[in-house]
């Protein structure tokens, strides 16, 4: 079961799919900077390392992983997560309920709803993020698993060198690679026959502005539910709490499911 892709991008559900205007704007700053080739050295840097690594190849390890945990997460899974982050968004939306400010509002904005558009082309589209090279069912289907595997690996590249580095504008950077990811999906759309796929990006690139500011958001009250950030009042430790008793209802589902199927193919196997 591929619960990786799962959890980094299935996306809880309650509010419109409208960034408050704090992470909107930090994100269209973001957006400007890469468009204005702030970042282009940083790029460079991700492109080196990975022809590196694929001249290397030291991809194989990351390739295995996909080719023996592609299957998607589970029904059972998918139906948990899914309730826990319900009941999570209307925890954290009852919290600021009556609440103004800059917290209160990246309190909502990590609770943000995509439209339900943009849920259909993510689940269309998750195989690139899971899948081998190759084992696509098109040339389109593969152009988008090389990209998936590229840009998994440029991010797997920049939290190793975050292990050993300290880097100020992490969060940034692993926000612009998905812009850069993105940018590379529509252009190897452009060519792409199956008009489905095609669509399906262009949605996502649509919406990924509203998408990075609801992960952004998110990122940030996860500092207080880790304990790397101390809550400064009782509204932060109320969101800490409630983010923190989510993930580990998460860790339980997910221990629950594994051990149901290890049992399920132990009694087979009897």
Same mark, same amino acid.
């Given at each position: 079961m591929n619960?990786l892709?799962? =959890? *980094?991008? +299935?996306?809880?559900a309650?509010?419109?799919?409208? &960034?408050?205007?704090?992470? /909107?704007? @930090?994100?269209?700053?973001?957006?400007?900077?890469?468009?204005?080739?702030?970042y282009?050295?940083?790029?460079a840097?991700?492109d080196?390392?990975y022809?590196?690594?694929?001249?290397?190849?030291?991809?194989?390890?990351?390739i295995?992983?996909?080719k023996?945990?592609?299957?998607?997460?589970?029904?059972?899974?998918?139906?948990?997560?899914?309730?826990?982050q319900?009941?999570?968004?209307?925890? =954290? *939306?009852? +919290?600021?309920?009556?609440?103004?400010?800059l917290? &209160?509002?990246?309190?909502? /904005?990590? @609770?943000?709803?995509?439209?339900?558009?943009?849920?259909?082309?993510?689940?269309?589209?998750?195989?690139?993020?899971?899948?081998?090279?190759?084992?696509?069912?098109?040339?389109?289907?593969n152009?988008?698993?090389?990209i998936?595997?590229?840009?998994?690996?440029k991010?797997?590249?920049?939290?190793?060198?975050?292990?050993t580095?300290?880097?100020?504008?992490l969060?940034?950077?692993?926000?612009? =690679?998905?812009?850069a990811?993105m940018?590379k999906?529509?252009a190897a759309?452009?060519?792409?026959?199956?008009? @489905?796929?095609?669509?399906?990006v262009?949605?996502l690139?649509?919406?990924q502005?509203?998408?990075?500011?609801?992960?952004?958001?998110?990122?940030?009250?996860k500092?207080?539910?880790n304990?790397?950030?101390?809550?400064?009042?009782?509204?932060?430790?109320?969101?800490?709490?409630?983010?923190?008793?989510?993930?580990?209802?998460?860790?339980?589902?997910?221990?629950?499911?594994?051990?149901?199927? =290890?049992?399920?193919v132990?009694?087979?196997q009897?």
């Open positions: 619960l892709f799962f =959890l *980094l991008t +299935a996306t809880p309650l509010t419109p799919n409208t &960034a408050p205007a704090q992470e /909107a704007v @930090a994100e269209q700053t973001l957006r400007a900077a890469y468009q204005s080739g702030k282009d050295a940083f790029l840097d991700m080196k390392a022809k590196k690594a694929k001249a290397d190849n030291a991809l194989e390890g990351l295995d992983i996909r023996t945990h592609a299957a998607p997460a589970s029904d059972q899974f998918v139906q948990g997560y899914e309730s826990i319900q009941e999570k968004n209307a925890a =954290l *939306l009852a +919290a600021v309920k009556d609440q103004d400010g917290f &209160a509002n990246k309190v909502r /904005a990590a @609770a943000m709803m995509p439209s339900s558009q943009e849920l259909a082309a993510e689940k269309a589209l998750s195989f690139m993020n899971t899948g081998a090279p190759g084992s696509g069912n098109s040339v389109d289907e152009a988008l698993l090389d998936g595997l590229e840009f998994a690996y991010t797997i590249h920049l939290d190793s060198m975050a292990l580095n300290k880097i100020s504008d969060k940034q950077k692993r926000m612009v =690679l998905e812009m990811r940018d999906m529509l759309s452009k060519s792409f026959e199956h008009k @489905a796929l095609k669509a399906e262009a949605i690139a649509e919406q502005d509203v998408r990075l500011a609801r992960v952004s958001a998110l990122s940030d009250l500092l207080l539910a304990g790397k950030v101390k809550p400064a009042n009782a509204l932060e430790e109320q969101v800490a709490s409630v983010l923190a008793n989510a993930s580990q209802q998460i860790a339980d589902l997910h221990r629950d499911v594994m051990n149901a199927e =290890l049992k399920a132990e009694t087979v009897k």
